[in-house]
């Protein structure tokens, strides 16, 4: 009997596969972007390239202070420089100035000179001798005295060099102040329109735009990079911000920075700065760790997402929605390249 079962619920479960052999699966197609969604993404991508903007000209602000700083640094060096040559000149001038006025005067500081006036061979050769030691410490006067020379005239070169940087750099930074000030205003009212925006989306349009939840449990292996990888992941449902850059809220730049800087890797804070570091990959070649990024050009890039394996990635990617690991899709449309930073 029970053989009997056994074979009746094979021969059903043949008939049920033989059923569905040749029927293609069923897709559920994704429902389209409302105006609104396709709006906020768009504010999105123009919010990202003005943080971006912010951002680098607050770093070149500090760099400018950094070229300030070590234009003054050089320019106090060069008046020390300057301030110890003029003392050394002062030293050996002295002694310059009263050998040539007693040359001047008749003084005779040759060995000729000790032969007529000596009285006896022992006589000429003490002032010989002496005559000897003389010339020598005139030639060290007068060598002294050149180089401190020299080494005045270099320091007040070097001197006027460093006050010529100081004062440019002075000024660019002035100018950068200007500009992170307006930037700031730009970045500000965008933030506003996106709050704005993101209240006019329909519940269907929320769900739509963060995606389904993914909990995976990855293993991006050893390394920096797979390090990266999972300190990257273990900051999702963190708040995505324009700014953020540490625990708990990131914008996209800010979380891979953070990632990589836990795994001992510095790298550039803005997304179009990470794009100019470490190697080229194709999209065929992803490995976890990878950065990609999103934007028409390398000038206009506005997203960088961190790949994970398996065709995901884990980013900080709008406003309204944590950081999460979602498709490789989800990254943008307008994909644009990936880097490896390290291996």
Wanted: net charge neutral; charged share 25%; with cysteine.
């Amino acid at each position: 009997m029970k053989s009997q079962r056994v074979r009746r619920t094979l021969v059903f479960a043949a008939a049920i596969a033989v059923a569905f052999v040749g029927v293609a699966p069923v897709s559920v197609a994704q429902p389209a972007e409302s105006d609104a969604l396709t709006q906020f993404r768009a504010l999105n991508a123009q919010a990202a390239q003005l943080n971006d903007d912010f951002l680098k000209a607050n770093e070149d602000k500090a760099a400018r202070q950094a070229d300030i700083d070590k234009a003054n640094a050089d320019l106090a060096a060069a008046n020390k420089a300057k301030a110890d040559a003029q003392t050394t000149e002062d030293q050996f001038r002295d002694q310059v100035d009263r050998l040539s006025q007693a040359a001047f005067h008749g003084a005779r500081f040759d060995k000729l000179s000790a032969l007529l006036t000596g009285t006896s061979a022992e006589d000429f050769l003490a002032r010989s001798t002496a005559l000897d030691v003389l010339s020598t410490d005139n030639n060290k006067a007068l060598k002294e005295m050149a180089g401190a020379v020299d080494t005045a005239v270099k320091a007040e070169r070097d001197a006027t060099d460093a006050g010529r940087r100081a004062t440019e750099a002075r000024d660019a930074a002035q100018q950068l102040a200007q500009d992170i000030a307006a930037k700031r205003k730009d970045l500000d009212a965008q933030i506003q329109q996106l709050k704005s925006q993101l209240g006019k989306l329909s519940p269907a349009d929320l769900a739509l735009l963060k995606g389904t939840e993914d909990t995976t449990i990855y293993m991006p292996g050893s390394g920096a990079a797979g390090k990266a990888v999972t300190m990257a992941l273990g900051r999702r449902g963190d708040t995505y911000s324009l700014g953020g850059s540490r625990p708990p809220v990131f914008d996209c730049s800010g979380l891979t920075m953070w990632a990589y800087a836990q795994a001992g890797v510095k790298i550039p804070r803005t997304s179009r700065e990470q794009f100019t570091i470490g190697k080229p990959v194709s999209k065929a070649d992803l490995q976890p760790g990878d950065l990609l990024f999103y934007g028409r050009s390398a000038s206009s890039i506005h997203h960088v997402a961190m790949y994970i394996g398996n065709n995901m990635i884990v980013h900080a990617s709008d406003y309204g929605i944590p950081v999460l690991s979602a498709p490789i899709e989800k990254g943008g449309k307008d994909f644009f390249g990936a880097k490896r930073i390290v291996g």
